[in-house]
């Protein structure tokens, strides 16, 4: 019998113990909001990645790749409305001078750290870092690092269109670090100051506009669906118009239910002619496309896709952790989806002895391009929990009766449940475990 996550802090030790999350600088006392990513971590953000890019693919245009600088001037981030409206409120406990969100505490009760009741008015925090490009200071050299990455897409418009020579509607897809400085950084890797966004930009025509917000929330859905992310814990929430962002006419949030409640994991965001019309002005550059049909130029309709990499990666996580009872003792187990896994298959040998047979499969397993891992320490048991705690779905055992019948055992990591193949079946055998 199976049971779901209780609560964060079993993630959060799990996370660490298995080597996917560090704190960053924790030998120096940690950086709040901030993380590095060990091995595993890695691999399995490499897979959300592909899995993310392979999910935008469709019969009505170009997806193109981009990359954009992560600093960007003062006037990029005055164009695009941030330094104005990208700001939480924020006060001060003045007895013990630690900050708070102010839409996240009751001020009329005392402060949770110090226990006295003494705040500060509540003001605007703008939640850029701002730093100085160069030797000189002053405003011409302002700069700030990028709180979102999807301005340096608007920006360069007109020179990925003409370069690449497409056609409106077509589509602008970039993975990449943003920076916030927020006020209260917390759960874990939810609201984090530095973190990786993919974001996809879908330029079309006015008139299509609403046909293609539908059309990519229905798409974006369907991604939490395919990579088995529990349906009963994914949901959508249109926005209110009163919490509409200033550059946006619509937005859905997909939102997940998370051990501390539910919480946004994307927004598609119908973003109008916003942004390449204040690019626009502010910069005295032309940013229309000419309509051969109509003969008359226009400026395009945006709608975008916006997920944080981090998010998802903690949505898998707390989706995939479960606890149950195999052979009398509780196991902790990672039911990633076999795409989603870091790692796809674990091949053991039984014992030492076995080691060079072993040590061969799994360098041709790994030169054929397979997420393989290889693991000769502890009893066959221990080995198998190991891997159950990181989410490898299948496990092959080399034992004595391979030497002579050329089969090996692989063992499921959900059921437990082992089978016989031969061992020049263990690529048919995978593939299509990781078919969709």
Known sequence: MSQ??????????????????YPSAEIYGGINGIYDTGNLGVLLKENIKKLWLSSLSNTHGDILRFDGAQLGPEAVWRASGHIENFSDPMVDCLECKKRFRADEINLEKACTNCGKKNWTEPRAFNLMFKTQLGA?????????LRPETAQSIFINFKNII??????????????????RNEITPKQFLFR???????????????????DFFTYWLNKRLVFYHTYGINPEHIRLRPHEQTELSHYSRQTTDVEYLFPFGWKEMEGIAHRGTFDLTQHSTHSGKEMSVYDEEAKASYIPT???????????????????????TLEDETRVVLKLHPKVAPITAAILPLTNKLRSPVEKLYEILQAQGYSVTYDVSGSIGKRYRRQDEIGTPYCFTYDFDSETDQQITVRDRDTAKQERISID?????LDSKLKI
């Open 425 to 429: 079946r263990i690529t048919q055998y």
């Open 4 to 21: 779901a996550y209780s609560n964060l802090e079993n993630i959060v030790a799990l996370a660490k113990r298995r080597g996917f999350i």
């Open 192 to 210: 984090m100051r530095e973190f990786e966004q993919m974001e996809l930009e879908w330029f079309c025509t006015d008139k299509g506009s609403d």
């Open 136 to 144: 000189m200071s002053g405003s011409a050299s302002d700069a700030y």
């Open 162 to 179: 003409s370069t690449n020579r497409t056609k409106i509607p077509f589509g602008v897809a970039q993975i990449g670090k943003a920076f």
């Open 302 to 324: 945006v709608i975008e896709c916006s997920v944080g990499l981090d998010r998802l990666f903690l949505m898998f996580l707390c989706n995939a952790y479960q606890e149950d």
